[in-house]
Structure formats: C-alpha cells, structure tokens
C-alpha cells in the first residue's frame, strides 16, 4: 500500500530552527508537497520538490532525497504565526496526491 | 482575485439524510478536486473533475457522488449520511496546466457532523 508518514506533533521556541520529516512509500513518484495549514483554515501550498536536493524559499526550505524516500520541511527564524499543521503529499504514478496526517507545530514564546 | 470559495461552512445533519455541498472554484480554473480530512488522519481524496467530467475517484462508496457545471462550479453529494461521514470537506481548484507541480487553492471547506 501506500503511506506517508510525518509525525503527529512537534514543540519548538520563538526564534529557533525546526526540521519537520516526512517519508514516503507510493507506487511511484512525481513530486511531492508541503501545505500549511492554520487551525480553522485553508491548507495553503509551501512548496515542490521533484528533483533530490534543497530548495529554499525565504525562511522556509524543502529537501528531498528521491533514493530513501524522505524530505524534510526547514523552518528557520520561527514566529508565532508559524503555529499551524503541515501536510506533506507525494504525486504517485497516476498522478493522485497522496496525504500524510500532517504534523502540528506549537511555537512556544 | 477571489480564493475558492465552499458553502456552507458548517452543517449538522442526522443519519441517513442526504447532503450537498458547494464549491467555487477561483476564476479561470477548470480543475476541482474534494478532500475528506478528520483528525489524525491524512487528507483523503474523493474525485476530481474537469471540464464537467469526472477525471479521478479515490476509494469512497458510492453514497460520495459529485458533479462540475459549465461555470466550473462544483457539487458533492453524500447520501444516506452515517456518523462516520462527520468531517471537513474540503475542495481545492487548480489551473491545471500540466499534472507536474500543479499546486492546489483551498477552500476553508465545509465542517459536517452527522448527530
């Protein structure tokens, strides 16, 4: 079958670095997703990766490693609003979007 | 430019009645897709329409039906409601230029419990 797995929640400080993981098992592979998502809101799009490496985008970054199955989310310079619930989602070979659960982010002052 | 737009934003519903639910999508997108999301659990894909047709459909019974308008406008419809159909529903537009990097606009989606 397949699955994304990502962890259910995670704690950081005002100002510090979190790495959100996710990993990933789908009958194939054409890029995978990170969304955001405040509570009550819209899941909003945060990035694409389809090729291995790193890809930065202002205090946000995605990397991903297409061999292990694996990407990370990187959030630098964190901020309250940062408090909020991110999705990854893998495009399989039929070009469905797989979810995982998402991951809740608590920024504590 | 106005976002995807889903009515209503709540709706409280009984067992075995039926449900319809709206979307909007943004001007100029043909693509609509519907997502079912609960606690815990990853979004899980209903169908996808395009140009009034429905192009893909995940793995729910057929009480989850839907359907796309000329406007690009769309319509899900869950019969016979049970109490596990309580969830969000969330619907998302694209430009669909290509299936690659094709990212999604979200809806605010539509919270449904089934008392």
């Known amino acids: 079958g397949q699955n994304i797995d990502q962890p259910t929640e995670m704690t950081a400080t005002e100002g510090a670095i979190v790495q959100i993981n996710c990993t990933y098992q789908?009958?194939?592979?054409?890029?995978l997703f990170w969304y955001q998502q405040h509570a009550g809101e819209a899941p909003t799009f945060l990035s694409y990766n389809v090729l291995d490496g790193l890809e930065e985008k202002g205090r946000f970054s995605s990397f991903l490693s297409r061999s292990k199955g694996y990407s990370y989310l990187l959030l630098k310079e964190l901020q309250m609003k940062d408090s909020a619930s991110y999705l990854c989602?893998?495009?399989?070979?039929?070009?469905?979007?797989?979810w995982g659960a998402g991951t809740k982010l608590i920024i504590k002052p | 430019k106005a976002g995807v737009t889903q009515t209503p934003r709540y709706l409280i519903k009984t067992r075995g009645q039926q449900v319809t639910l709206s979307c909007s999508p943004i001007s100029g997108h043909r693509s609509v897709s519907w997502y079912q999301q609960t606690p815990g659990q990853g979004l899980q894909f209903l169908f996808e329409y395009f140009s009034e047709t429905q192009r893909n459909k995940g793995n729910f019974p057929g009480r989850f039906s839907g359907r796309q308008f000329s406007n690009s406008r769309s319509e899900m419809n869950v019969s016979t409601l049970e109490l596990g159909d309580s969830a969000l529903y969330l619907c998302?537009?694209?430009?669909?230029?290509?299936?690659?990097?094709?990212?999604?606009?979200f809806g605010s989606g539509t919270q449904l419990s089934v008392l």
């Open positions: 998302a537009s694209s430009s669909d230029r290509g299936p690659l990097n094709e990212k999604l606009f």
């Open positions: 989602a893998v495009m399989d070979s039929n070009y469905q979007l797989i």
């Open positions: 789908t009958s194939g592979f054409n890029g």
